[in-house]
């Protein structure tokens, strides 16, 4: 299991060549099922996204793919660039339940394994997308029955 | 999830679709004369610079009305207006109208309109109002009122009984909606 947090920033470096690619900045997650679709690399092209299908092994200390193949997708024409964390977590009911922190994934498979909000840890099946403004995943009626009385419930 | 909200509460709130985009945020609501239904959301561009937009998202494309978004499927879900669907007041339409008891007398001034909302529909069930005649004293409550509403942007017409049943706000609010319903049940016997 691997944490966003553990591999921003790592190196990533081409197995094949030993070649350094870039850094990683960012995860681009997608649903059905919910997994880590690309990682998101800076490299000195400029912002590129690295297929889940390429990355060899997420080691403690660096990133490997398979070969230097790139360049890959430019994250900034591709419009998936933005990651999950720090974004709203807003229920498909439209309720807001925080704001993503942290992201767990499994890297064997890139299968996403929870999202985590400051007072939550979610399961990261539920995931439905990640776009511009939050990330959307089924409400499954989690804490049901707070009825809001208080009017404001501007969160 | 059922929850009630006021319609300045709605206004400003993000249109997001299931990919977690925002598309648009709320500029109102529009209530169906008849019934008070939610029957659209008047929409504004997102972001400093934009304005009121053209296109409308109609009650029958809404995945989810939450109290912190309204959810849609997808972009495709917000639609050119469709003349019979705009027709009726917006939420905000009636706010400053004379609240006047069928008895004649001016209670307040309408400042703001109290939706209910269920997973299939939100509805209107009260005001929020300044009392005081004309609206000038300083005590705002929260009053609830039976359905079909009667209101325009000058007058909004309520029980007698409705006066009685206020809250200072949203908390006890379903309980008096419940008490008004008795009341005029035992009324109308």
Redesign the interface.
């Known amino acids: 299991m691997k944490r966003f947090g553990d591999v921003i920033r790592l190196p990533v470096v081409a197995a094949d060549t030993a070649e350094r690619v870039g850094k990683v900045t960012g995860v681009v997650l997608a649903p059905a099922p919910a997994r880590v679709e690309f990682v998101h690399v800076h490299t000195v092209r400029g912002d590129e996204l690295v297929a889940w299908a390429e990355v060899r092994a997420i080691g403690p200390d660096a990133v490997m793919i398979n070969h230097v193949a790139g360049p890959f997708a430019d994250a900034s024409v591709s419009g998936r660039q933005s990651g999950p964390v720090g974004?709203s977590l807003?229920?498909?009911?439209?309720?807001?339940l925080g704001e993503v922190r942290e992201v767990t994934f499994d890297e064997e498979d890139g299968r996403l394994v929870s999202l985590t909000t400051a007072a939550d840890v979610l399961d990261g099946a539920r995931l439905?997308?990640?776009?511009?403004?939050?990330?959307?995943i089924t409400?499954q009626a989690i804490r049901?029955a707070d009825?809001?009385?208080?009017?404001?419930?501007?969160? | 999830?059922?929850?009630?909200?006021?319609v300045a509460?709605v206004v400003g709130r993000?249109v997001?679709?299931?990919?977690?985009?925002?598309i648009a945020q709320v500029k109102d609501v529009v209530l169906g004369a008849a019934d008070g239904r939610v029957k659209t959301f008047t929409l504004s561009g997102r972001g400093l610079m934009s304005g009121p937009l053209r296109e409308v998202l109609p009650w029958r494309n809404v995945?989810?009305?939450?109290?912190?978004?309204?959810?849609v499927v997808n972009r495709s879900m917000v639609v050119e207006p469709d003349e019979t669907e705009s027709t009726g007041g917006t939420g905000s339409g009636v706010s400053g109208a004379a609240v006047l008891t069928v008895e004649g007398e001016d209670v307040g001034r309408v400042t703001d309109v109290?939706l209910d909302v269920a997973d299939d529909a939100a509805w209107a069930v009260g005001y929020e109002v300044r009392l005081g005649r004309h609206g000038a004293g300083r005590a705002t409550v929260?009053m609830p009122v039976p359905l079909p509403i009667a209101a325009t942007r000058e007058h909004v017409v309520v029980p007698v009984a409705s006066v009685r049943f206020t809250t200072e706000?949203?908390?006890?609010?379903?309980e008096a909606a419940r008490g008004l319903e008795r009341a005029l049940r035992e009324e109308a016997s």
């Open positions: 974004k807003l229920t498909d009911r439209g309720r807001r439905l997308g990640v776009g511009d403004f939050a990330v959307v409400d049901e009825e809001s009385g208080s009017g404001s419930a501007s969160g | 999830m059922r929850f009630l909200i006021r509460d993000p997001v679709t299931l990919n977690g985009d925002a995945r989810a009305f939450g109290p912190d978004a309204v959810m109290i929260m706000d949203l908390t006890g609010f379903r």
